[in-house]
């Protein structure tokens, strides 16, 4: 499990990094920012987010088979071959990292858990064919930080969203846009809507507008 804490000042250079290239989220044409429903049910304003966990259970199953669909829980082929488990847990991280963290003169400190069920990308055979789905696919728990009692879930959240094949795959690759960063864009997508406060005071206080 793989566990961080990041400070406003992150968030911030995240964001003015953000400034000469407008919204992160342009790659992710078929995958819009409305698309992605929130499932917290308890309001969320007064949480700052003190830490998040990420959970990348090594029941889960992986394949390396180079098939249009290969049956298993992870499929993840933009990295060299290696511990498939530790590369999703790093893609999770380093995509919400910059999103999730701490708000000043919150009330109530949380921990943010995910534990992944299912994170299926695409196999090279697929990728260059006909395309298919990302499947990212997660448990959310949200507790309090101090007494450790759940305020939200665990909640199913499914991300899944339309993979890039063939032609449209060599061109988006051609303009840097990999499997990784529209996963990315997803994540940080779903984080926006699922913990709004946080991100748009950030952003508001970066003096960025979409």
């Known amino acids: 499990m793989n566990r961080f804490f990041t400070t406003p000042a992150l968030i911030i250079a995240a964001a003015l990094g953000l400034s000469a290239c407008g919204t992160p989220f342009d790659?992710?044409?078929?995958?819009?920012?409305?698309?992605?429903a929130p499932v917290i049910d308890v309001q969320t304003?007064?949480?700052?987010?003190?830490?998040?966990?990420?959970?990348?259970p090594r029941s889960l199953s992986v394949s390396e088979a180079n098939s249009i669909k290969p049956s298993a829980d992870i499929v993840w082929r933009e990295?060299?071959?290696?511990?498939?488990?530790?590369q999703v847990e790093e893609i999770l991280t380093s995509a919400l990292a910059p999103v999730m963290q701490p708000r000043a003169g919150a009330a109530t400190p949380v921990i943010v858990s995910l534990q992944v069920t299912r994170f299926h990308a695409l196999s090279e055979r697929a990728r260059y064919t006909i395309g298919g789905e990302h499947e990212i696919e997660f448990v959310l728990t949200v507790r309090h930080a101090e007494t450790g009692a759940i305020l939200s879930g665990p909640r199913d959240v499914d991300l899944t969203f339309r993979a890039y094949g063939g032609s449209q795959a060599l061109a988006a690759e051609a303009q840097g846009i990999t499997q990784r960063v529209r996963i990315t864009e997803r994540l940080q997508e779903w984080?926006?809507?699922e913990f709004p406060a946080p991100y748009a005071e950030v952003i508001a206080g970066a003096g960025l507008s979409n």
């Not at 304003?45 to 990348?56: T, Y």
């Not at 990295?79 to 530790?86: E, L, M």
Request: charged share 25%; aromatic share 10%; no cysteine.
């Open 45 to 56: 304003q007064d949480w700052s987010i003190s830490a998040v966990e990420i959970d990348v």
């Open 79 to 86: 990295d060299a071959p290696g511990d498939r488990y530790a």
């Open 191 to 193: 984080a926006r809507v």
């Open 27 to 36: 790659v992710s044409r078929n995958a819009s920012f409305n698309s992605v």
